[in-house]
C-alpha cells in the first residue's frame, strides 16, 4: 500500500488525501468525518493520514 501510494507522488496518486476530498464535495472536518463513520465513503488509514480511492469518486460521479 505505501509503495503504491508513493509511486502515485511522480504521477498522479490513486488516492485522494481529507484535503482534496473535502475540496471536491465542498464539505467540513466534521461532515467528512461524519460521512467516513457512518462507513459511506471507503478509506484507508495509513498512520494519522486517511485516504480515499479516486476511483470510488469518480463511479459516484458517473451516475
Avoid at 16 to 36: G, H
Amino acid at each position: 500500500m505505501l509503495d503504491t501510494l508513493r509511486k502515485g507522488q511522480g504521477n498522479e496518486s490513486p488516492y485522494y488525501d481529507s484535503a482534496d476530498v473535502k475540496r471536491l464535495l465542498n464539505i467540513s472536518d466534521s461532515t467528512l468525518l461524519r460521512i467516513r463513520k457512518s462507513q459511506n465513503i471507503p478509506h484507508v488509514r495509513i498512520g494519522r493520514k486517511i485516504f480515499y480511492p479516486k476511483s470510488f469518486f469518480n463511479n459516484a460521479f458517473k451516475k
